[in-house]
């Protein structure tokens, strides 16, 4: 029997309880003694603002006052428009669409109408709305609504043909209602349908303009509670629009056609027309064009009325994009839109509906587009949008958040930007111009980099909580590209979107630009302010294979497949020549096309383009890289990326192993398998697997609603079936392939078919098994630094390069470059591989060096200068930047640095030189680590992560200490992976849906600048004067004619709505909650201010209580005394 040794237990129970937190060796106790600012009350985590394109968007508002443009969506969600700079976004909670906005005109209110039957009422007097009121109606589903201006009365129509009144100052409803049967004549059979249209009489308040689906419209008498007219047609109606003189009306209808009612006349309407369709020469009936869907009519004082509508196209136009036309006296113009129109409106000079609208821009609500058009210029140009709305213009499929960034950045960038713009836009101003912009503390520079589908990247100034593009970069230009089908390269990996970005570095200070693409091609650029002409693009083709073992692999049939090892020279130090770049690119590469066997060999993805390449200022192509097939095999992916412009190097990685690539002298330096960074002794190295020949990179992207036999056809070989794959912004590149197969096999959900950005996942098509894929080490973090080769280095640090694998290990390459700008460009560059400095749990995410203070070590970068300027000029500029200084040397064998290593579940911190941990901490155990990032906040250095679970974390450094954990969204899918990402100064972002960024901070400070920093949306402006009834209009009566609605609708006139009918919901956005919601100075001020006007108000009562009851003493005290004199004298029997 064995026996039991409490000892073993108690040491168990330590080592558990050192796993879980952050634990130390004894080799790290010297440093205890770094100093730490950063403490848990520096953290909060918030959202900020979101920009972009309203996602799925359904209705759209505007107030003409305060010139604020509202969109609601598909998903309850409300984004508000103002000047440049002035957006808003809120949200409802029930998710529920918006079918109908309506402002409360210069009132800084808004009722928002959704599907689920509710009515809300938005306080937007305050910088972020919130309700106040909501009703939601249980017995009808609502239809339509309609507030008169300067009214406090909301129609409310329904689907049973019912129309309830909603006082929107209580909330309450009105005992008055409009029911159906009685509105359509006593003879009708049938149901009239909803209410899709309700309007008052633009000079009589009293009558009430009801369309019902079926194609009645009724003028209600609000007074005598009885229909006046009914106007009757046999075509559906979809919309109804007034002239402003009160006496005509005009419908649309699912025909096409136009039909135009005089009030006084409902026997048949004065006019029928059919804007797009044929007119027959035998004088019969038009044929039916597809239904108008919306139609306005507006009046001009000096000239024609301008009547716009949507559809009404005719049935033979089969393909043609949506229209909106618009018909101005006898000159019709249609105008094609990009995208369906969802919603439009007219603007006009005047809220008053009874005087001449004087139109002068049309809003058009596109499903990705906002576009607004002039229509007082020839042509009807459309304004340049200054909104940041061309975020989607094609699918993100990447994107890096820099803060803090050189202050000459922005304004370099913003010049070369600025000559790509559009010609051909109205001249006149961005007509929402409404509220006003931030007044925040907080001003440091700010880029966004986004990369797309299409191979463009687009920089954006992202500083002070707005976002404006600043410069766009177009990838695909170095490539050529396939005219037709048949001219399609065969080898490509993917079908759709060859050319987009999925991994990008950036330096800042240098502003070298490095690219890796989906079709295994890195592309390295630099800025410059000068044009250039490029003869021939630099290429440099890179033939990178996974070392074969003698370990046989199954096929898919189960039987042994036999692979012969094959070596590969792993650098040029091997005794192979190394790779040179070559100027005249051709399809097969430096070898042949093909192999022995029939299979792909040496043929790269994409195609360099030939012809010579015109570079506009900006970003100009240094060098392309590219992968190449390798016997059959096409290339893997490149899933890291790193680029220092002080070493003048390159370096990738994949799964097949290594690359670094001097693009000074356009050669390849190293070409590593990943087994091959181990050194041979090391008891980590792990075997590499033996894929099988004809297997599909495992990298490829594809459609997770491929069926049930996509599996099946995915596991053909290359040469029989051609692989397919959806757009890659709905994939997930090679990074996030284990957070896949972690999801899907921890929570077993399926995507909505239905949704077009549906889960991204990796293609199943590769022949290895799981256990292989698994198995299969990638690279996957990259980081130049200069730090200690070895433990026993002595002297100053040296340039080296961290590399972190899936596996969770962490090596260390050694570089040694030639001393002097001259001996740079003509010695090559040494390096050697140090073998490991590191194990984790879970692939590794980053890495980073800090000294002994605990500060981050920056990579060394070289000044920018301009590549195509003067000798004299490129001195110039080097002159104004300096290098940072380099880390200090480690003396008498003491560690002089700290390594920061975090994986997916776990972070460690290595004393450098000795590689001895010093500190560790367990991150998550149930979930993994998708994102993390050491970042500089307020004088400190933590770690920032995401985790799949939606956690988000900081960790101090460097002792590892938690310093925040916010449950902050679930993982719903991989989108948010693929985007996320932190900055400097506690600022964060993601893609919140495939056309909207999301920016959050968790950094207490900003949350409590928040409120100066957000931008207002109302702002005091007086209300236009009504129009001028004149001498005779007001002495005849032909003015236009009030209604008092308060007496009519009130509950002494009306009595009391049906409990049943509604009910109501008192909101969050009361002035109370304002109240204790504000936050910031700019709250605590106004709290004080109310507080002490509060406080005033109760005094100057407590006065005049006081003030009544002295006079009720003194009055009590001079009756007494009078009749004290009264019955002085007097006996008692006389009284």
């Known amino acids: 029997m064995k026996k039991f040794n409490i000892r073993k237990v108690l040491d168990g129970l330590t080592a558990v309880s050192s796993s879980s937190s952050a634990s130390q060796t004894g080799a790290g106790k010297e440093n205890d003694a770094v100093p730490e600012s950063l403490q848990s009350e520096h953290f909060q985590l918030c959202k900020t603002v979101r920009h972009g394109f309203p996602h799925q968007p359904c209705s759209m508002a505007f107030d003409p006052v305060q010139k604020i443009l509202a969109v609601g969506t598909l998903t309850g969600a409300l984004r508000l428009f103002g000047r440049a700079g002035v957006e808003c976004y809120c949200q409802h909670e029930s998710g529920a669409s918006v079918i109908q906005l309506q402002f409360l005109i210069n009132e800084g209110a808004l009722v928002s109408a959704l599907a689920d039957d509710s009515i809300h009422l938005w306080n937007l007097r305050q910088k972020i709305p919130a309700i106040l009121h909501s009703l939601k109606f249980n017995r009808e589903r609502i239809t339509y609504c309609h507030l008169p201006f300067q009214s406090k009365w909301l129609y409310i129509g329904t689907e049973r043909g019912n129309i309830h009144i909603v006082n929107v100052e209580s909330f309450t409803l009105s005992g008055y209602v409009i029911m159906w049967n009685k509105a359509i004549e006593l003879s009708t059979k049938t149901h009239p349908g909803p209410v899709v249209h309700i309007s008052d009489n633009p000079m009589d308040e009293g009558k009430l303009l009801i369309g019902f689906e079926c194609g009645v419209v009724v003028l209600w008498d609000l007074k005598s509670k009885k229909a006046d007219c009914r106007y009757n047609y046999d075509e559906a109606i979809h919309s109804v629009a007034w002239h402003h003189e009160g006496k005509q009306f005009l419908c649309s209808h699912s025909d096409g056609t136009l039909t135009t009612w005089n009030i006084r006349t409902p026997a048949k309407p004065t006019q029928i027309i059919t804007p797009h369709g044929k007119q027959p020469k035998d004088g019969k009936k038009p044929e039916p064009c597809k239904p108008i869907l919306k139609v306005e009519y507006k009046t001009t004082r000096a000239g024609d009325p301008f009547m716009v509508l949507s559809g009404g196209l005719s049935y033979d136009t089969v393909g043609r994009r949506a229209c909106l036309t618009v018909m101005h006296g006898k000159s019709t113009a249609v105008l094609e839109m990009d995208f369906p129109i969802v919603d439009f409106l007219t603007l006009c000079e005047t809220p008053y509906p009874n005087d001449f609208q004087e139109p002068y821009a049309v809003v058009v609500l596109l499903e990705r587009d906002l576009v607004v058009i002039d229509l007082g210029q020839i042509g009807y140009p459309i304004f340049e949008s200054p909104y940041p709305l061309s975020i989607h213009e094609s699918p993100v499929t ?9 202050a000459e950045l922005i304004p370099a960038l913003y010049s070369v930007g600025s000559r790509q713009k559009r010609q051909g836009y109205s001249k006149k101003d961005w007509p929402i111009s409404g509220g006003n912009w931030g007044q925040g503390t907080e001003s440091y520079p700010e880029i966004i980099i986004t990369g797309h589908a299409d191979g463009s990247i687009k920089f954006w100034d992202a500083s002070a909580l707005m976002l404006q593009v600043l410069y766009k970069l177009k990838t695909a230009k170095v490539f050529e590209r396939a005219r037709g089908k048949e001219e399609k390269a065969n080898a490509d990996i993917v079908d759709e979107d060859p050319f987009a970005i999925q991994t990008l570095c950036w330096c800042p200070e240098s502003r070298m630009l490095c690219v890796a693409g989906v079709s295994a091609h890195v592309i390295v650029y630099r800025f410059s302010k000068q044009e250039v002409a490029t003869a021939n693009v630099q290429l440099l083709e890179v033939r990178m294979q996974c070392e074969l073992s003698d370990v046989d692999s199954p096929d898919a049939t189960g039987e042994q497949t036999p692979t012969q090892a094959s070596s590969l020279p792993s650098s040029p130090q091997d005794g192979e020549p190394p790779a040179t770049a070559s100027t005249q690119p051709s399809a097969g590469g430096n070898g042949s096309n093909s192999s022995a066997d029939g299979h792909r060999d040496n043929i790269p993805c994409l195609q360099v383009r030939s012809s010579p390449l015109k570079q506009s200022p900006g970003y100009q192509v240094e060098l392309v890289v590219q992968l190449v097939w390798v016997s059959g095999e096409p290339p893997q992916q490149i899933t890291s990326l790193a680029i220092n412009s002080s070493y003048g190097l390159v370096v990738f990685g994949n799964s097949n192993g290594l690359a670094v690539v001097d693009y000074l002298q356009k050669t390849l330096l190293l070409n590593l398998g990943t087994s091959e960074l181990y050194s041979p002794s090391e008891p980590n190295q792990r075997q590499p697997c033996s894929p099988r020949k004809a297997r599909q990179p495992s990298g490829a992207l594809c459609d997770s609603n491929d069926g049930p036999n996509a599996a099946e056809e995915r596991c053909k070989s290359p040469n029989s079936v051609k692989y397919k794959s959806r757009r890659f912004s709905k994939t997930v590149a090679n990074d996030f392939a284990r957070m896949s197969r972690k999801i899907s096999s921890s929570n077993d959900q399926k995507p909505n078919p239905d949704s077009k950005d549906v889960l991204f996942s990796r293609s199943r098509s ?17 980081c130049f630094c200069e730090t200690f080769p070895k433990k026993s280095s002595e002297g100053a640090p040296s340039p080296c390069v961290l590399v972190g694998t899936t596996q969770g290990s962490v090596m260390l390459v050694a570089l040694s470059l030639p001393h002097g700008d001259d001996h740079r460009l003509m010695q090559p560059v040494g390096i050697s591989s140090c073998g490991t400095v590191a194990r984790l749990k879970g692939g590794i995410l980053t890495m980073a060096l800090l000294d002994a203070a605990g500060a981050v070590l920056p990579a060394s970068y070289e000044p920018w200068y301009d590549p195509n300027a003067s000798d004299e000029e490129q001195e110039k500029e080097k002159s104004r930047w300096r290098r940072p200084a380099s880390p200090p040397s480690s003396q008498e ?40 990032d050491v970042v500089q906040m307020g004088g400190g250095n933590c770690i920032a992560c995401l985790c799949a679970n939606g956690h988000i974390m900081t960790l101090s450094l460097p002792s590892l200490r938690p310093l925040l954990d916010v449950n902050y969204l679930p993982l719903t899918d ?12 506690g600022q964060a972002l993601y893609l919140t849906s495939p056309t909207e960024v999301q920016r959050i901070t968790y950094s207490q400070e900003t949350c409590d600048n928040l409120q100066e920093m957000l931008s207002e949306l109302f702002t005091p402006v007086e209300t236009p004067e009504a129009p001028n009834k004149g001498f005779f209009k007001g002495l005849f009566g032909g003015g236009a004619q009030s209604l008092d609605r308060e007496d009519l609708f009130g509950e002494t006139a009306s009595g009391k709505a049906s409990r049943s009918l509604a009910q109501h919901i008192p909101g969050p956005g009361n002035m109370e909650g304002m109240k204790g919601a504000a936050s910031g100075v700019v709250g605590d001020l106004a709290r004080a201010r109310v507080a002490l006007d509060e406080r005033g108000q109760k005094l100057g009562e407590l006065e005049e209580r006081t003030a009544a009851m002295m006079a009720s003493a003194d009055s009590f005290s001079k009756h007494a005394h009078d009749m004290m004199l009264k019955y002085k004298d007097k006996k008692w029997y006389q009284l």
């Open 974 to 985: 991989m989108r948010i992976a693929r985007t996320f990402c932190f900055s400097n100064l």
């Open 766 to 782: 590769s022949s290895m098994t799981s256990v292989d894929r698994e198995s299969r080490e990638a690279v996957c973090a990259l």
């Open 893 to 932: 064998g003491h560690d002089s640095q700290f390594a920061v290593l975090c994986s997916e579940k776990q972070a460690k911190v290595l004393a450098m030189p000795s590689q001895t941990r010093v500190y560790k901490h367990s991150i998550t155990e149930s979930s993994f680590v998708l994102r993390a």
């Open 398 to 406: 990447c994107c890096e958040y820099f803060a803090d960034c050189p």
